[in-house]
Every structure is written in structure tokens, then in C-alpha cells.
């Protein structure tokens, strides 16, 4: 199976690193003209740079804050004014760690912003258009905590779970337009954020930080941490013609860590 992706334009948000990036290479590597979205200019001019144009596509990119949702709003919404987006893939960063009962009203705000509204927000401008043309892909990098809720993440526990049910009620409404929607529950992959978690875990257990590393591959039936290049795959898969039966699903890239059905 060759998946050819030439002609169709990708928004990628968090695209500078983790699985953003990877995400962005391949699709770009599939011939997509990528969109990087992210709010650090320098590393977005690297990396529109960098990528690779087997198509000769000449890619974007749009340097907007997820922290901020009124400057977000403002920015994202110009953008759609004048620009359109064949496949979206919604990727943000992760609120603060902490448990339920150290986080306010304020956190739960601050975490719904920039995990939530930023993805309606976005998705929302891209519909139009999808819909007019009568095609779409509608991708949501997630997490396997909205099936399994994981010590100390609580914002990201709660409104990832809250994205993944609205990636599932879109995915109804919009199939009959050509349009699909899917979820990516993410497993631990080498990212800077995982490494940021395991920091903290390693300080508040008073252990090495090599320790957690272990702990959490023992933990993984292939007993090792993703690489963001795997994810990737799934997600250009997603983004292909070939997956114009997938939609509403829930799929987990996680090496088996998910212990539920």
C-alpha cells in the first residue's frame, strides 16, 4: 500500500517536537503541504525548512500560542479566513502535572483552554471548507489516560476524556460529508514531555530518574517506549484514502499498555 497524500494541505499542531514533529515529517514525506502550527518562530522557519517536499509542496506554518486562547482565537480565525486545511491534525501540549486535589477552579480553566477549545476552535474554522469539498480527515492525538487515568495528570486525564467523546460525536455528524474523525489514545513515547513527567515523578519519589524510566517499560508488554516516528504512521494512515471507512474510533498506539477491552 502507497499512500499518496500530494495535493492535500495538513495542519499539524505542536509541530516543532515529540509527536508533533514526527507527525509533520511524514505527512510532508507523503507528499501533504504541511502547516506547522506552534508559537516558537524560529524553530517553525527550521522546521518548514527541513521538511521534505517529494511533490515540490511548498509548506507553512503559523505561529499562534495554545496557552493563550484569546490571542489563539484571534490569530487561528484570520488564518481561516484565507486559508483552508484538507486534513487537521489536532496536538497540543500537556497542562501542569498535579493531583485533583491540588488543582483549582483556574487550572481546570487554564487546561480546558488549551487542551479543548483550542481543538473546537480550529476544527470548527477547518469544517467549512471540508465540507464543502466534501472531503476531510479529522485526526485527535489524545491520550490511553481517558481509558485509564494515570497518578498525577489529573487536567490531562480529565479533558483529554473530554476531547475524545467530542471527536466521537463530530465523527456522526460530519460522515456523511466525507469527512472522518478519529482519536489516537497515545502510550509513552520518547518525547521531552514524557522525559519532562519522569523528572518530576524521580524528584517526587526521591529516586533516579533512570529508575522511572524502568518502571515504565516493565509496565509496557513490549517493554520499551514508543518512537514518535510509529505514531506517526498511524496518524498518515488516518490522513489517507485509504482509510475513508475509519471513522468515530478510539485506537491505541501504546505497545499493549492499555489493559483494558
Not at 39 to 44: D, F, G, Q, V
Not at 50 to 68: A, E, I, R
Not at 118 to 125: D, I, R
Not at 168 to 183: P, Q, R
Request: include cysteine; charged fraction near 20%.
Amino acid at each position: 500500500m502507497v499512500i499518496d497524500l500530494k495535493n492535500k494541505t495538513a495542519w499539524v499542531g505542536g509541530a516543532t517536537s515529540g509527536l508533533g514533529l514526527a507527525v509533520a515529517q511524514q505527512l510532508a514525506a507523503s507528499g501533504a503541504r504541511v502547516v506547522a502550527v506552534s508559537r516558537n518562530e524560529e524553530k517553525l522557519k527550521n522546521l518548514t525548512e527541513s521538511l521534505p517536499t517529494p511533490c515540490q509542496q511548498k509548506h507553512g506554518y503559523l505561529q499562534v500560542d495554545f496557552g493563550n486562547f484569546e490571542s489563539f482565537r484571534n490569530i487561528v480565525g484570520s488564518f481561516f479566513e484565507t486559508n483552508s486545511v484538507d486534513i487537521m491534525v489536532n496536538n497540543t501540549s500537556g497542562p501542569p502535572a498535579g493531583t485533583v486535589s491540588q488543582k483549582g477552579e483556574d487550572d481546570y480553566q487554564s487546561a480546558f483552554n488549551l487542551l479543548f477549545q483550542t481543538v473546537q476552535y480550529s476544527t470548527s474554522k477547518a469544517l467549512p471548507y471540508m465540507q464543502k469539498k466534501q472531503y476531510g480527515r479529522i485526526i485527535n492525538l489524545t491520550s490511553r489516560t481517558v481509558k485509564e487515568p494515570v497518578e498525577n495528570l489529573a487536567l490531562s486525564n480529565v479533558i483529554r476524556a473530554a476531547v475524545t467523546t467530542w471527536g466521537k460525536t463530530l465523527a456522526s455528524e460530519v460522515a456523511k460529508d466525507n469527512i472522518t474523525v478519529n482519536n489516537i489514545l497515545t502510550g509513552n513515547f520518547d518525547t521531552e514531555r514524557l522525559r519532562s513527567l519522569f523528572q518530576t515523578t524521580a524528584q517526587n519519589q526521591n529516586i533516579p530518574v533512570e529508575a522511572v524510566y524502568e518502571q515504565s517499560k516493565t509496565a509496557i508488554p513490549m517493554k520499551r517506549l514508543g518512537d514518535p516516528g510509529e505514531l506517526a504512521n498511524v496518524v498518515t494512515f488516518l490522513a489517507s484514502e485509504q482509510a475513508s471507512y475509519l471513522t468515530g474510533t478510539s485506537i491505541a498506539v501504546d505497545g499493549g499498555l492499555i489493559r483494558s477491552l
